[in-house]
């Protein structure tokens, strides 16, 4: 039985408010949450469904300033803000708190340990709080897990599909031979794709999954941030290569490779029977190790509940 945590949760986007929601079914008490604006802080307690409501209503969880939530007396600190690039704040200011104060931090939020693995990690060696992240890649796939359990010295590369939008984009260009304009509009309406899809379909976000297994792989040997990977999106993907693809038994994926001496993302054609053709808003991670052969990992990789499964699995690791 997982020891029962009291959380502080700093962020009510899909994640954040799906962690609150679903923290009691993994044995959790939320003591503190916030958004961007407010919070609402109880030592016993949060109730929870009055502080959604509230936001769902109100816009906002509560009456409190966001900084109480981050003076609470919690036991994790789970950072569910939006991911922000460069000096990652605010999410690294709030891991940086937590850890002064020896809080363990989960990350819904790639920011900190993407573009600042470094940084995170020798905080970390100063505080009795851990720093997890399994939510930061893939969603409610158990990719940085499976990593630390074959222990990243063994795993060679980790390869795969790592964004849902751009993979529903490819997958409804090829089914239904529709140019990419066309069906980014179908995306948008179906709410897979966000009003700017800039950050998914340029492939950002599945580079900074990729550089955040880099890191993880290279076990603090060496530090990798997104100025460092090759990065092309899918946004001048033709229709007519899909079908040519489709002609010799291929078709074309977002692909993305972290491995220690690089990260690389972009368009490859695979074959249509492949691992790597998941369909849809699916991902794929495949791990290459060197005494377990290839391992692959597929599932979820976005949405409110499926990323908070990863957030209170990590929850549930820490000691």
């Avoid at 959790?28 to 509230?54: E, N, P």
């Avoid at 890191?215 to 990065?231: I, K, P, Q, W």
């Avoid at 998941?278 to 949405?303: C, F, K, Y």
């Amino acid at each position: 039985m997982t020891d029962s945590k009291r959380l502080a949760v700093v962020g009510a986007g899909a994640v954040g408010g799906s962690v609150v929601e679903l923290a009691a079914d993994y044995g959790h008490s939320v003591v503190a949450f916030a958004d961007s604006s407010s919070a609402v802080v109880d030592d016993d307690g949060i109730d929870t469904g009055t502080a959604l409501d509230r936001k769902a209503s109100e816009g906002h969880v509560g009456d409190g300033d966001p900084q109480d939530a981050l003076a609470a007396d919690y036991d994790v600190l789970v950072e569910a803000t939006p991911t922000t690039l460069g000096d990652a704040h605010p999410g690294f200011s709030h891991l940086r708190t937590a850890l002064e104060r020896d809080r363990h931090v989960v990350l819904a939020n790639k920011g900190p340990v993407a573009e600042r693995y470094a940084d995170v990690r020798d905080l970390e060696r100063d505080s009795q709080g851990r720093v997890r992240f399994e939510a930061t890649v893939g969603g409610a796939i158990p990719i940085v897990s499976t990593v630390e359990d074959l222990s990243p010295s063994h795993v060679t590369a980790a390869r795969g599909v790592l964004n849902g939008t751009a993979n529903f984009i490819l997958s409804r260009m090829a089914a239904e031979g529709i140019d990419y304009e066309h069906v980014l509009a179908e995306a948008q309406d179906l709410g897979v794709a966000e009003a700017d899809p800039t950050f998914d379909v340029e492939g950002t976000d599945a580079a900074l999954k990729c550089v955040i297994l880099a890191n993880v792989l290279s076990e603090g040997e060496r530090e990798f941030t997104l100025e460092d990977a090759e990065v092309e999106g899918i946004t001048n993907v033709p229709g007519s290569a899909l079908e040519l693809a489709a002609e010799d038994g291929r078709t074309i994926r977002l692909v993305g490779e972290a491995t220690r001496d690089g990260i690389r993302v972009g368009p490859r054609l695979v074959p249509q029977n492949a691992a790597l053709a998941v369909t849809g808003t699916r991902n794929i991670v495949q791990l290459e190790t060197d005494h377990a052969g290839q391992l692959n990992l597929s599932g979820r990789g976005a949405g409110g509940p499926e990323t908070a499964s990863a957030v209170l699995g990590d929850v549930g690791r820490l000691e």
